[in-house]
Antibody
């Protein structure tokens, strides 16, 4: 069974870039057939989809975040990553990586809290 | 304001049947599959229902999903204390700003 694990700084300063990595184990990203997504959850709030990537590098982002988001994949390390630029306090959230595309997220990471604060 | 509308809370007693609604529009629920998630405190969401009414392996048949037009429902029968959690619906939205959209979540309390 595939497992996902987020990693990255838990504290980011305002205006800087948030960077997270999701390491996949128990399955290969490059085997194809699956999309890999980032989803976030503001404290005490609901879920917000950020975007997805395919092993080929094809991406699609939430239009509301598109100008600030970059998702990339490193098949050699079996990882995919999220970069969110020009962060503000409103970007403070638990960030999850997951396998899935249109809402069919069977596998999730445990989530990592990122706080934006000076 | 979430694109999909859920009641903020629901409750029931052990053994009861509870339903949670999810209302959307023609660009999301009306034309795409609906997914349901259960989120226990401090944990990642868990997929309960996919493609409107399908259960992943390991999900008890006490959980069932349905869809009609631009609305969907999650039903939980034989309510148990461990079902106390937040529940979210999700769907792809085909509008000009195409994206995955979620409901705001429903907090289920087992009395």
């Amino acid at each position: 069974q595939v497992q996902l694990q987020e990693s990255g700084p838990g504290l980011v300063k305002p205006s800087q870039t948030l960077s997270l990595t999701c390491t996949v184990s128990g399955g290969s990203i490059s085997s194809g057939g699956y999309y890999w997504s980032w989803i976030r959850q503001h404290p005490g709030k609901g879920l917000e989809w950020i975007g997805y990537i395919y092993y080929s590098g094809s991406t699609y982002y939430n239009p509301s975040l598109k100008s600030r988001v970059t998702i990339s994949v490193d098949t050699s390390k079996n990882q995919f990553s999220l970069k969110l630029s020009s962060v503000t306090a409103a970007d403070t959230a638990v960030y999850y990586c997951a396998r899935g595309k249109y809402g069919d997220y069977v596998s999730w990471g445990q989530g990592t809290l990122v706080t934006v604060s000076s | 304001q979430s694109v999909l509308t859920q009641p903020p809370s629901a409750s029931g007693t052990p053994g009861q049947r509870v339903t949670i609604s999810c209302s959307g529009s023609s660009s999301n629920i009306g034309s795409n599959y609906v997914y349901w998630y259960q989120q226990l405190p401090g944990t990642a969401p868990k997929l309960l229902i996919y493609r409107n009414n399908q259960r992943p392996s390991g999900v008890p048949d006490r959980f069932s999903g349905s869809k009609s037009g631009t609305s969907a429902s999650l039903a939980i029968s034989g309510l148990r204390s461990e079902d106390e959690a937040d529940y979210y619906c999700a769907a792809w939205d085909d509008s000009l700003s195409a994206s995955v959209v979620f409901g705001g979540g429903t907090k289920l309390t087992v009395l």
